[in-house]
């Protein structure tokens, strides 16, 4: 098999994963009984505030994977454009989650502006379990930020780094009310 047709049965999975959540996981699972290899690529810039560097969101999905005992995965990062990094890497698809209405209007949206940059690429759309449904990296930095049980929402690897994060903020403390 020619390299070019190997990387097009493989497949990207990007995302900020900030941080990575079971639902997450759950998709790339899901994934895994359809291609050989999944590559997740973390995107380091976005128009969301992150609560992770970069390097720490590689680092925590790599830990994760293990955690999870996930193999037949890469992690990277990548700083531009999702169609541009694909060009670069000549992967022709990519795979998303979708929760609910609000993610397909998003993703809807995206893909099509995809399409018209780089007609070659295409997304796979992938729903997670019932018990992941409602599960985003914003709900999971809310409950942390707030002291919240995050046991069964994400890996204990990103659990303590959730709690670390939010041990030294001043964003996890009550505000004083002086009346």
């Known amino acids: 098999m020619e390299s070019n047709e190997r990387n097009r049965m493989n497949i990207i999975y990007p995302g900020t994963f900030d941080p990575v959540t079971f639902g997450h996981i759950d998709i790339i699972r899901r994934a895994l009984k359809i291609f050989e290899h ?3 690529a973390v995107v380091a810039r976005s128009s969301k505030e992150l609560c992770f560097p970069v ?3 590689v680092n925590l999905m790599k830990m994760s994977m293990l955690e999870t005992g996930i ?3 890469s992690v990277t990062s990548f700083d531009s454009l ?3 990094y694909m060009k670069k890497t000549d992967c022709r ?3 998303r989650g979708l929760r609910a209405n609000s993610d397909f209007e998003y993703e809807f949206q995206m893909q099509l502006l995809n399409r018209r940059l780089a007609p070659e690429i295409s997304g796979l759309y992938l729903m997670p379990s019932e018990e992941n449904m409602y599960l985003s990296s914003t709900i999971v930095r809310e409950i942390a930020r707030f002291g919240g049980d995050l046991s069964t ?5 990103v659990r303590e ?7 030294t903020s001043d964003e996890s403390k009550a505000d004083d009310w002086k009346y």
């Open 55 to 57: 390097e720490e969101r």
């Open 93 to 95: 698809t990519f795979i």
């Open 38 to 40: 999944i590559e997740i």
């Open 153 to 157: 929402i994400v890996t204990v690897g």
């Open 71 to 73: 193999n037949r995965v």
């Open 82 to 84: 999702l169609v541009d």
């Open 161 to 167: 780094a959730l709690e670390k994060r939010f041990a």
